[in-house]
């Protein structure tokens, strides 16, 4: 059985490079707590998230302040994403729990799933390569499973966005799992993260797809930077006015709010849209 912990991790990129905490990332740590009910919500950082929405946030969590790895066995973390990568598996290794991105809307409790060692989910873009995806993980004290994922990064070899920035996250898990079918249980690709990080189906999650149909057996998953162009600005009032499936998924955490509440300046949208357009340019 897994502590009922939930397990964060945000905030590991060099000075002045994180993301603001925003109306997406309040509203799923929201809805995994509303849905799992943890004993804890343990957030795991090094830079200080800000804005308006971290500070709805904040009291129902617990800051924990870390270092973020900057290599493992001798190579390099160079991105945050991958420093969060190694994080959060000494973290479930060290104490178990469930670890979530903070761009996954929880719709239902897990309880079914706690009684396994080890839980991911399928992650498959259609004509893309099948991988475990590790946004959602589901893991036991002392995991073996992770213990050998750990230890396969002995040939980790990504320096950023490059061609093999989801290796060690997403394709050596699955190998390690035809390895090792006993130590990992893989729930479908619609427990948590479909529809993917295509364009197709980024535009399913945001704009025309059905709610009800594309809604996850546990939860959805936004896809962190991909999908900044449809949520990084947004406000209640436009949760409320739009009709993509995530808006309507997030109405209930925000229905209290006023309409433009967190709204960013002119200048802060005009500054973070260059910086957005930046980072893709540098493919990061």
């Given at each position: 059985?897994h502590p009922?912990?939930?397990h964060?991790?945000e ?5 002045g490079?994180?993301?603001?905490w925003?109306?997406?990332n309040?509203?799923?740590?929201m809805s ?6 943890p004993?804890?919500?343990m957030f ?15 009291p ?5 302040r ?5 290599e ?7 991105h945050?994403?991958h420093?969060?990568?190694?994080l959060?598996?000494r ?18 409790d ?20 099948r ?12 995991a ?9 990064y ?6 950023g ?20 079918p ?5 729930l ?7 529809p993917?990080?295509t ?24 896809w ?18 739009r ?17 433009d ?9 005009a ?12 493919g990061?």
């Amino acid at each position: 059985m897994h502590p009922q912990t939930l397990h964060y991790c945000e905030g590991f990129a060099d000075k002045g490079q994180d993301r603001p905490w925003a109306l997406m990332n309040h509203v799923c740590v929201m809805s995994a707590i509303r849905h799992i009910r943890p004993d804890r919500v343990m957030f795991h950082y090094q830079n200080t998230p800000r804005g308006p929405w971290w500070e709805l946030t904040r009291p129902h969590v617990t800051p924990n302040r870390v270092e973020a790895p900057r290599e493992i066995f001798g190579n390099p973390l160079n991105h945050a994403a991958h420093r969060s990568d190694v994080l959060r598996l000494r973290t479930l290794s060290a104490e178990g729990g469930i670890y979530l991105d903070s761009d996954v809307l929880v719709h239902r409790d897990l309880d079914d799933l706690l009684h396994n060692r080890v839980v991911m989910g399928i992650e498959e873009p259609d004509g893309g390569p099948r991988g475990l995806c590790n946004g959602v993980i589901l893991a036991e004290q002392g995991a073996e499973f992770l213990r050998i994922w750990l230890d396969s990064y002995r040939t980790f070899r990504s320096r950023g966005g490059d061609a093999f920035w989801g290796e060690h996250s997403i394709l050596k898990p699955y190998a390690l799992m035809q390895r090792h079918p006993d130590l990992i249980t893989a729930l479908p690709r619609n427990a948590f993260h479909w529809p993917t990080h295509t364009p197709a189906d980024l535009a399913l999650l945001f704009e025309t797809g059905d709610a009800d149909a594309i809604r996850g057996l546990y939860a959805n998953h936004f896809w962190g930077l991909l999908s900044v162009p449809y949520t990084w600005d947004i406000t209640p009032g436009d949760v409320r006015a739009r009709k993509g499936p995530f808006f309507r998924w997030a109405a209930p955490y925000v229905a209290d709010l006023p309409d433009d509440f967190g709204k960013p300046s002119l200048l802060f949208r005009a500054r973070r849209r260059a910086r957005h357009l930046i980072r893709r340019w540098r493919g990061e």
